[in-house]
Structures are given as C-alpha cells and as structure tokens.
C-alpha cells in the first residue's frame, strides 16, 4: 500500500506557473512508476506526465513543451511544474502510483491515487 498527498494547486492567472507536488509514504518509492493526471469538469480524467524509477519520462500532448515532472527518490516526492497556464488547464490534479505492468497512459495501470488538487487558471 502507498499513500500519496498532492499540493501546490490554487488559483492562478493565464501565463503564469505553478508547482504541483506529491508526498509518498515511500517505503518502496523507488521502484514505482509515478503519473499525474487531471480532470476538468464534465471530461474523462487524462494522462499529464509519468516518470519511471529508471527517471524515462512520458508526457501527454496537452500540455507537452509546458510541462516538466521529476523526482527526488531521497524525499519520497514528485514534482511536476508547469508554466504558461491556460485556462482550459483548469482542472482537478491526481498524482498516481504505477507498481506492475500496464500502459503508462492508462489510468487503470496505476494502484494507488491521492486525493487531487484543483489548479484554476483564470483568463
């Protein structure tokens, strides 16, 4: 079992930048696969940005050029800062664990999920 705590959400205006990060209780950290996701209302939750414990990196077209996830194994964190927000990023921010195998894309390959942070991206 791993906890994840996301922060960093709230309110910002369009072109400007947040850091979203992730707390894992960590005991095995290292071997998993960490993903962010969003949802924004009325739409199916998407793929963001996932790194792997070999530190591989995938992002999702939505916000790929904007976007940079990363880790730091010695805190049991993930990271994913993004820069010029828009206000179709609105949404609700989940960062996942991906222990086994399975898509990195797809939300069903990832077992445990935080509770969300909602970024708001004013025009």
């Known amino acids: 079992q791993v906890q994840l705590v996301e922060s960093g959400g709230g309110l910002v205006q369009a072109g400007g930048s947040l850091r979203l990060s992730c707390a894992t209780s960590g005991r095995t950290f290292g071997s998993y696969t960490m993903g962010w996701f969003r949802q924004a209302p009325g739409k199916e939750r998407e793929f963001v940005a996932a790194i792997s414990s070999g530190r591989t990196i995938y992002y999702g077209d939505s916000m790929k050029g904007r976007d940079t996830i990363s880790r730091d194994n010695a805190k049991n964190t993930v990271y994913l800062q993004m820069n010029s927000l828009k206000p179709e990023d609105t949404a609700v921010y989940y960062c996942?664990?991906?222990?086994?195998?399975?898509?990195?894309?797809?939300?069903?390959?990832?077992?445990?999920w935080g509770q969300g942070t909602q970024v708001t991206v004013s025009s």
């Open positions: 996942a664990a991906k222990g086994g195998g399975g898509l990195i894309q797809s939300m069903a390959a990832y077992a445990y």
